[in-house]
């Protein structure tokens, strides 16, 4: 399709320039870090024309070059510099031989960084004092053109699968004669502007407020679901994953992810405004609520409580996308406190997992060979099941497949992407099945005093295994950091791998924060905690603060310094209301209270049915 007239821009003539005369700065970022002369045009891709000859990234215009650039600026040199040899187009470079084929495209930044790229100069968010109804209308214009908005292949044919329909909000003319272009999103350029937002989390806003379109009504809901919830939903998945993991499940506007979607939206709304009054409690919330919470016993047949055996027939009724929304709604748990009915939804989505991963003759090859989105969805099941399973003190649902997948000794770990956890929930799959055995032992360990049969030889034993595991190398020595969403990752799991360690020796010894293998456990935590306050920024700190709740947990519940305590609930209360960690500083502030030793920090976890996650 030909583009619009109005899809390049001239910004202007350059003049020539003579000897000594100051460079221009109205070219992009790219022209003017090779020191080549740009063109100054926007084409529909938001490339100038010199970039988009060599099949590089631009990197958008703006009259003074971003910090961050310049200490970027060797590294995209010397890949410009690489890319242009690599496909014969370097100055005085023999041509000979050289292939007919298209270079391939250039990213000349990590995907995290892409965000980065572009200044929106006419960016005005839609703000609204409260949450509109999920399906409130304003007259839209169809969006033909996205500048730097998302990169989009266009197609004409209604019958195309997979398309969500865009608008541009910006003009409200009548749309009575107008009709939808329909878009194909590819996930690996879903392209987004950094800003940081009121509740003090960096997250990722298009650039400018885009509207999924279900039959053609101006869906705000799910649009902020998309815009704004969605990354802080999963802060260290790669957002060129998002489209084929998440994205996809709320393609259609009447379905029960879809559903899922505005309900995680409406409460994130509902707590930046009112603060830590729980949403479910507000009517309208309430009623979408109920009616998902109908739609899965509908499903499920009865109420989900058992995920073992003969039980599991009643989720194979359960689809893709049924999966994707019921992580949704558990985050809705999380955004609204962190407490309430999550578990039913857990085990739901955990049978889904288990049937999911008994399709090939084992959970490694089913996980390979599953879709990216029910990939996903097993992950984040695992990942919520484990940290579930230290609220409600049993094995958790999918220990066996956990086994399976993430045992060090097991066929495939540490070598197949498909099986890493750690570029999903930011934990290294080994430190996911050390916590779960951590899990495991603590649940035998009290069954075995109850019956008077606990050997303590044969805890120790069982502890070695899993705290040979743990002392493995640390990510922040042994990985290289490329960028901050790896960052972010290696601190995470990091955090995940001490509050382990600190979680076994806690289960082998007690909880007994005098304990000297305890007490050392706790300082290793709180020595990285420093070094996190002394070395990280605050966005990222931020990021694994609310990514780490379990571990700031259980380390607070087992120190007995009172600096170090009063340090952990400010960390806490600084995330805000949105989310679970306010509703955990009060959950630690009863057990500090308490005053009991052994610390009774299970009983009090387990009495306020509050989610880690």
């Known amino acids: ?111 995290d960084e892409n965000d980065l790229c572009y200044e929106s100069p006419s960016y005005q968010p839609v703000m609204f004092e409260s949450p509109p109804a999920p399906n409130a209308t304003l007259p839209q214009t169809p969006l033909f053109t996205l500048d730097a908005g998302l990169d989009i292949e266009t197609y004409r044919d209604p019958a195309l699968m997979n398309t969500f329909e865009i608008y541009d909000n910006s003009s409200h003319a009548s749309t009575s004669t107008l009709e939808p272009l329909a878009v194909s999103i ?197 990942w919520f099941d484990v940290l579930a399973a230290i609220t409600t003190q049993k094995h958790p649902n999918l220990m066996n497949e956990i086994n399976h997948l993430f045992h060090p000794h097991a066929s495939g770990f540490g070598t197949t992407p498909e099986l890493d956890m750690l570029d999903s929930m930011g934990c290294e799959s080994r430190v996911v099945w050390a916590l779960a055995k951590t899990i495991a032992l603590s649940t035998w360990k009290t069954r075995h005093q109850a019956s008077g049969t606990l050997s303590i030889p044969e805890l120790v034993k069982r502890s070695l295994e899993i705290e040979d595991c743990l002392k493995g190398p640390s990510l922040l020595t042994s990985m290289p950091i490329m960028d901050d969403i790896r960052l972010k990752r290696i601190y995470c799991s990091e955090m995940f791998r001490t509050s382990t360690t600190l979680f076994l020796r806690s289960v082998v010894s007690g909880d007994y924060p005098n304990v000297p293998e305890v007490s050392e456990a706790v300082h290793d935590m709180l020595a990285l905690l420093k070094t996190m306050r002394e070395r990280l920024p605050q966005s990222i700190r931020t990021a694994v603060i609310r990514m780490t709740v379990s571990s700031l947990f259980i380390c607070g519940a087992l120190t007995n310094e009172e600096d170090e305590r009063s340090r952990l609930r400010d960390l806490l209360e600084e995330e805000g209301a949105v989310g679970n960690c306010s509703t955990l500083s009060r959950v630690l502030n009863t057990v500090w209270a308490h005053g009991a030793c052994p610390v009774p920090w299970r009983n009090i976890l387990r009495e306020e049915n509050m989610l880690l996650v």
Not at 54 to 73: A, M, S, T, V
Not at 100 to 108: D, G
Not at 302 to 313: A, E, F, I, R, S
């Open 186 to 382: 590819r996930p690996s350029s879903y392209t987004f502007d950094y800003a940081a937002m009121d509740d003090g989390l960096e997250v990722y806003q298009p650039l400018n407020y885009h509207a999924l379109v279900p039959g053609g009504t101006g869906d705000f809901l799910l649009a902020h679901y998309i815009n704004e919830v969605s990354v802080k939903q999963w802060l260290l998945v790669d957002k060129s994953a998002l489209p084929h993991a998440i994205y996809t499940a709320i393609n259609d506007p009447q379905g029960f992810a879809c559903d899922a979607a505005r309900l995680l939206a409406s409460i994130h709304f509902q707590r930046r405004t009112r603060g830590d009054i729980p949403s479910l409690e507000e009517v309208s919330i309430r009623s979408q609520y109920d009616n998902l919470r109908a739609t899965l016993l509908q499903k499920s047949g009865n109420y989900p409580t058992n995920v073992q055996g003969t039980h599991l027939q009643k989720y194979s009724n359960f689809t893709a996308d049924d999966a994707s929304g019921i992580l949704l709604v558990i985050s809705s748990f999380l955004f609204d406190g962190g407490q309430g009915e999550w578990n039913m939804w857990l085990s739901v989505v955990c049978g889904y997992a288990k049937i999911l991963l008994a399709r090939y003759p084992s959970p490694h090859q089913s996980l390979v060979m599953c879709s990216p989105q029910d990939r996903f969805s097993v992950k984040a099941a695992i």
């Open 1 to 111: 399709m030909p583009a619009p007239k109005n899809a390049i821009k001239k910004h202007g003539a350059a003049a020539p320039k003579g000897k000594g005369q100051i460079r221009a700065k109205s070219g992009c970022y790219t022209c003017r870090i090779r020191r080549k002369k740009c063109d100054e045009e926007r084409h529909p891709d938001n490339r100038c024309g010199a970039c988009t000859r060599l099949n590089i990234q631009c990197l958008g215009f703006g009259p003074k070059r971003p910090d961050w650039l310049k200490e970027k600026q060797p590294l995209i040199i010397q890949r410009i510099k690489d890319h242009l040899a690599g496909n014969g187009k370097m100055k005085n470079q023999a041509s000979g031989g050289r292939s007919t084929m298209e270079a391939p495209y250039l990213h000349l930044l990590d995907d």
